[in-house]
């Protein structure tokens, strides 16, 4: 199921586990997603994009991509 949110939505939990769910609940592999310089983020980390809700919506964006199986 894709779950679209929108950016006052988002929070950083919601991010994670919606991360969660798309590695099939392995929270740890979804914590190296967040903690890791992604190509499609410009190689920023998740975690240093959720303090705003521009970045969130960044990253939810990626989350929505990676759901539909696309990794660029």
Known sequence: MVIFM???DLSACD???KACDIYKGDRSLA???FNSDVPAL???KPNDLL???EGRQQVNELLNKMECGEFS
Do not use: M, Q, V
Request: aromatic share 0%; no cysteine; glycine share 14%.
């Open 42 to 44: 410009g190689n920023k």
């Open 31 to 33: 914590e190296s997603l």
């Open 6 to 8: 929108t950016t006052k």
């Open 51 to 53: 303090g705003s809700p």
């Open 15 to 17: 991010l994670l586990r």
